[in-house]
């Protein structure tokens, strides 16, 4: 039924029935009682409906804490329908409530930082991403402006020129942000921050290694152009200074193999493709085949000598068999002919650890941090003329890494140098332990 229904018919009753009341009395007691009777009818009525009206009134001054009266007539049914939709309210509130909370948590997650701002850039909210990318504290620093927050020009510069439909890359605390601002709801504003300190790194790598190995190929390239102009511009040149050139050619052709092939490993290593496929590693019978390289190199140059005295461990043969390669040839490389190299296997109290010392030219120490960089030699010209490629630490810093291993270096300019790989204990192959 209509519920307008409900509240007329019961109010037409009650009124008919007063009416009714007041004319019976009036019909045996004259016209004056029966005035009466009808002012007191409506009097008890009225006051009934200021005593609801008075307690509605007070239900609307403190809606949640005081309880909602039953009523009487038709306020039964306005209260019922008041607490009807009261407990509606509730509900939606209760639901934006759990909402919020929701979104906030979600927001509280994101790895980028989401600061909300008025039209005027005073600071309304922003999540932990964003007090952690500048430096914000939202307790703190609510209801402040945000450019008096984040001090930097480029910011600033940014808020003036108000080309928001860029991102802004920030230079802030040591780390590069990119922000944007995004205008929405007419009076605020939200400014979005993303950590892109690694991957502007990882660009600034790319263009250096592609930069440095640029270099390193053109020079031999040069040399090999070189010669060949002359020998097409000369033919008849005498048959030793031809084969003076070409043994050149043959060095600068070698110096580009072994550079593409040092790239190659190297990419193959920092490659998810290639994940460390670990066997059990004879390390007795690898250092014995590093000991006859090293011995091949140096030619008779240097005293070199191996000992084996600890236990074989899990990894990558090939990968170490670079890595230890490029660690003993360095040792070759470095000392003056009549130098000493010692090679050696062994268990320290941390885990098993390889060690080469060589009695070379030593390092200064503000280098020492650097040479795991590519590209990056102490003296490039004694680097090239044993055909080094500037990338064997480099190499040897990624095999370490995929076999959580670390690299020491130990050296005294003049007097040599001790390079010591640390592994872990977790690396050993127990005695019973299979291939
Ligand atoms: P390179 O091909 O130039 O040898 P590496 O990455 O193997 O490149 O080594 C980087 C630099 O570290 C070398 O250029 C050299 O200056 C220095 N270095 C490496 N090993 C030794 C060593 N045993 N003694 C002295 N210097 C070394």
């Not at 939606?92 to 979600?106: D, G, I, S, V």
């Not at 005073?122 to 932990?128: G, R």
């Not at 480029?154 to 802030?172: A, V, W």
């Not at 660009?203 to 020998?231: K, Q």
Request: charged share 25%.
């Amino acid at each position: 039924m209509n519920p307008q229904l409900l509240f007329w018919v019961p109010a037409g009753l009650r009124l008919s029935l007063l009416l009714a009341g007041a004319g019976v009395v009036w019909y045996f007691f004259g016209i004056v009682a029966g005035l009466a009777a009808g002012l007191i009818g409506m009097g008890v009525a009225l006051f009934i409906q200021l005593h609801y009206l008075y307690r509605l009134a007070d239900w609307l001054d403190h809606p949640a804490s005081a309880r909602l009266p039953d009523g009487w007539g038709a306020w039964t049914d306005i209260f019922s329908r008041l607490y009807k939709l009261r407990r509606e309210d509730e509900k939606n509130q209760a639901e934006l409530a759990e909402w919020l909370a929701r979104f906030r948590q979600a927001m509280s997650m994101l790895p980028d930082g989401v600061v909300i701002m008025d039209d005027v850039l005073f600071l309304e909210w922003c999540n932990a991403a964003a007090e952690k990318h500048l430096g914000l504290r939202l307790e703190r620093d609510k209801g402040m402006r945000v450019t008096n927050l984040i001090r930097s020009p480029e910011f600033m510069d940014y808020i003036i020129l108000g080309r928001y439909e860029q991102p802004l890359t920030l230079s802030l605390r040591e780390r590069k942000l990119i922000v944007q601002i995004i205008p929405f709801e007419n009076r605020r504003q939200i400014l979005v921050t993303h950590d892109a300190t690694e991957s502007v790194r990882i660009e600034e790598m790319r263009r250096d290694f592609i930069a440095n190995a640029s270099h390193e190929l053109r020079t031999p390239l040069t040399v090999i152009n070189g010669f060949l102009e002359i020998a097409q511009s000369q033919p008849n040149l005498d048959l030793q200074t031809r084969m003076g050139h070409l043994k050149l050619m043959i060095e600068q052709g070698q110096r580009m193999q072994n550079l593409v092939e040092d790239m190659l490993t190297l990419t193959r290593l920092e490659s998810v493709e290639y994940p460390l496929r670990p066997e059990r590693v004879n390390i007795r019978a690898l250092l014995e085949q590093i000991l006859r390289e090293a011995t091949a190199l140096s030619n008779g140059r240097h005293k070199i000598s191996l000992s084996v005295d600890g236990p074989d461990i899990r990894g990558s043969t090939d990968e170490l068999r670079s890595a230890f390669g490029n660690l003993a040839s360095n040792a070759v490389r470095y000392t003056p002919e009549q130098g000493s190299i010692d090679l050696a296997w062994r268990m320290a109290e941390s885990g098993p650890q390889f060690v080469v010392k060589d009695t070379g030219i030593g390092i200064r120490p503000e280098h020492i941090s650097r040479l795991t960089e590519r590209f990056y030699r102490v003296d490039k010209s004694r680097s090239r003329e044993t055909q080094g490629t500037g990338l064997g630490l480099a190499i040897v810093k990624h095999v370490l890494l995929r076999h959580d291993a670390t690299l020491s270096i130990d050296s005294e300019p003049g007097k040599g140098s001790t390079f010591t790989v640390n592994f872990p204990k977790k690396a050993v192959v127990s005695a019973g332990e299979a291939a």
